[in-house]
């Protein structure tokens, strides 16, 4: 089983942020949806906010999961155990 990790901070969820996540559910088993739990950045919505947003935007898609995180991006990765790190420009 491979598992992949795409990290953001999702503020808001887009329309490409959707795309990659799509993309990544069809090649991976399993995509966790890493959204950054942060203080230092100047967010336009709380982590809860930016978590129930992705969940609802990806409800339909059975292989993901929607996770906050903080602190570093590998730490989430190993504690997950992904294979894979998904990124999108």
Same mark, same amino acid.
């Given at each position: ?11 808001? @969820?887009?329309?490409?942020? &959707? ?6 559910? $069809? ?6 949806? *890493? @959204? ?7 967010? &336009?919505?709380?982590? #809860? #906010?930016?978590? #129930?947003?992705?969940? #609802? *935007? ?18 989430? *990765? $190993?504690? &997950?155990?992904?294979?894979? &790190?998904?990124?999108?420009?």
């Amino acid at each position: 089983m491979v598992t992949a990790l795409y990290p953001g901070s999702f503020d808001p @969820v887009t329309f490409g942020h &959707m795309d990659i996540v799509n993309r990544a559910s $069809r090649l991976f088993d399993k995509v966790y949806i *890493a @959204v950054v739990d942060t203080r230092s950045k100047s967010l &336009m919505f709380t982590t #809860e #906010e930016r978590i #129930e947003f992705c969940t #609802e *935007a990806l409800s339909h898609l059975p292989n993901i999961e929607v996770i906050s995180y903080t602190g570093l991006t590998v730490d989430v *990765a $190993r504690r &997950m155990g992904t294979d894979v &790190m998904v990124r999108g420009l």
